[in-house]
């Protein structure tokens, strides 16, 4: 049984000690303890002593038996419904995370105003700005028509009492889950032990009386849930919506949800009337591109169900440091060092006096593996000097014994550039169902020694310096 007295709970992933130290054992963040003064009760664990001492017996049931699908309440906004897998599941609860001024108020009051219209009764609860503040943004979006119950409190008590008053909402929009506090729980707003106390209650109600739940939730600077990790195991969907600032692109990705898949996006523009659905990002990603430059290459990848194409942009540099820098915005460092070695001992080029700069064009984040070719090619052009063939696109996974590597739905990709205009495709050699190539010029490579032995095949002589690499294969 846990002992009585202050408790020290860890604001990063909520592990509580009884005495406070420098740094959380369990996710190793320093100075992250704050006292509170007790545990929270956890979820179906033992009780302290005046609890209860028998439990109540239920029916236990089997697999088998009558469960309809679940039904869905489809939010009107066609790239939300996309990532939600197919709309809202009543009596669910979803969290949407993202950096502040991404854009959640505005999706969320967007989808609200879009449930309202069609004769639900859809509840928008704002902790963080007043109802002027709220009713100001939705006038400039033109929604002010919609019949949304709006409301600026952070009582999770005062909230659940409103709630059950009148009609059953069919949402309800808790924005933030930071800033609600209940009264049940002694701690301090924002500390992890309010915010789970806040969501435990907030989520009962959305489980008994069957209203579609959506919390906000914010993101520290890594990009985790800030706080409440905890409350990602309690909900049953995940979503983070994500952009660069200096972008009007944003992309809403599922990273957990229990009534669909999580690898679809749903991409979105900022515009000055609230966020516009983008029906064809690879068009957007591909805008104003600068084809006669080295060092670029179109990456044809897939997003869930959905075909995407985009730039890949690659910068490699003679360094003037001992260490040679590597940067990457929108793929994973790591597997970029991959690739690096893998040209290096496999494509005979020399990239250890080379600084590695790599982007992906757009604001997108691109985790499959199929861009390794992608990669690869960007980086080849830039070292060489080469400009890769403006109506080619890249995709394939590179091993680290060098070879290209088949990956799926290739006829999907194929037929994604053709749409758009692309004339040929560098694809692995094996792999078969490219279909009819979308009548695509195909060009099968087996190895990352083919790659480099082509790029620099057509790169211009003695660029400063760097002798065209040979494949030594
Ligand atoms: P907001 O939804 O408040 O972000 P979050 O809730 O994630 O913190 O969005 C704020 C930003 O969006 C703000 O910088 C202004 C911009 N914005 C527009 O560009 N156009 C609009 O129509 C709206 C409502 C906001
Ligand atoms: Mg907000």
Redesign the pocket.
């Known amino acids: 049984m846990a002992k009585r007295g202050p408790t020290y709970t860890c604001q990063a992933c909520g592990a509580v000690y009884h005495r406070w130290q420098g740094k959380c054992d369990a996710c190793g963040t320093w100075s992250s303890l704050s006292e509170e003064a007790q545990a929270a009760p956890v979820p179906g664990g033992g009780r302290a002593s005046g609890g209860r001492a028998r439990g109540r017996i239920f029916a236990l049931e089997s697999l088998k038996g009558e469960t309809q699908d679940a039904p869905r309440i489809v939010s009107g906004i066609g790239e939300l419904d996309r990532v939600t897998g197919g709309g809202f599941v009543p009596g669910s609860v979803l969290l949407i995370g ?12 967007q989808a609200c105003a879009a449930m309202a219209l069609t004769g639900r009764r859809v509840v928008y609860v704002s902790g ?1 700005e007043s109802t002027s503040q709220v009713r100001l ?1 939705a006038q ?2 033109g929604l002010a028509e919609a019949a949304v119950d709006l409301a600026a409190e952070t009582n999770v008590e005062d909230i659940i009492a409103t709630l059950g008053q009148g009609e059953r909402p069919a949402l309800v929009v808790i ?1 933030s889950i930071q800033t609600m506090w209940s009264g049940e729980v002694e701690s301090a707003p924002g500390t992890v032990t309010q915010v789970r106390g806040s969501a435990q209650a907030l989520i009962r109600y959305a489980k008994t009386s069957g209203a579609c739940l959506i919390l ?1 939730g914010h993101v520290t600077k890594d990009g985790q849930i800030a706080g409440p990790r905890v409350v990602e195991h309690m909900v049953d969907a995940v979503l983070s ?1 994500e952009g660069e600032g200096a972008h009007a692109f944003r992309i809403l990705r599922g990273q957990k949800n229990r009534f669909g898949a999580t690898d679809e996006i749903g991409v979105f523009e ?6 516009a659905e983008v029906g064809n990002p690879s068009a957007l990603f591909l805008a104003g591109r600068d084809q006669s430059a080295p060092g670029a290459a179109v990456l044809a990848g897939m997003e869930g169900t959905r075909p995407v194409l985009v730039e890949i942009q690659a910068l490699v540099s003679p360094t003037a440091l001992g260490t040679p820098r590597r940067a990457v915005v929108g793929w994973d460092t790591s597997r970029l060092a991959m690739v690096l070695a893998v040209l290096e001992t496999h494509g005979g080029l020399k990239l250890g006096q080379h600084d590695v700069y790599l982007n992906v064009a757009g604001g997108l984040r691109v985790g499959e593996p199929a861009a390794d070719l992608a990669v690869a090619a960007a980086l080849v052009s830039s070292l060489t000097g080469a400009v890769l063939p403006a109506g080619a696109v890249y995709f394939g996974e590179i091993a680290l014994s060098g070879a290209i590597r088949p990956v799926s739905v290739a006829a999907a990709r194929l037929r994604e550039a053709a749409k758009l205009g692309f004339g040929s495709a560098v694809l692995p050699a094996g792999g078969a169902d490219t279909g009819d190539g979308g009548g695509l010029g195909l060009k099968r490579l087996g190895h990352v020694g083919e790659l480099v032995a082509e790029i620099a095949a057509t790169a211009p002589r003695a660029r400063s310096g760097q002798r065209a690499p040979q494949a030594d294969r």
């Not at 993202?98 to 009051?109: A, E, F, R, V, W």
């Not at 900022?270 to 966020?275: K, S």
């Open positions: 993202g950096d502040p001024g991404i854009g959640k108020s505005t999706l969320l009051m963080e943004r400039r979006m924005d906000v919506f900022m515009t000055g009337l609230g966020l």
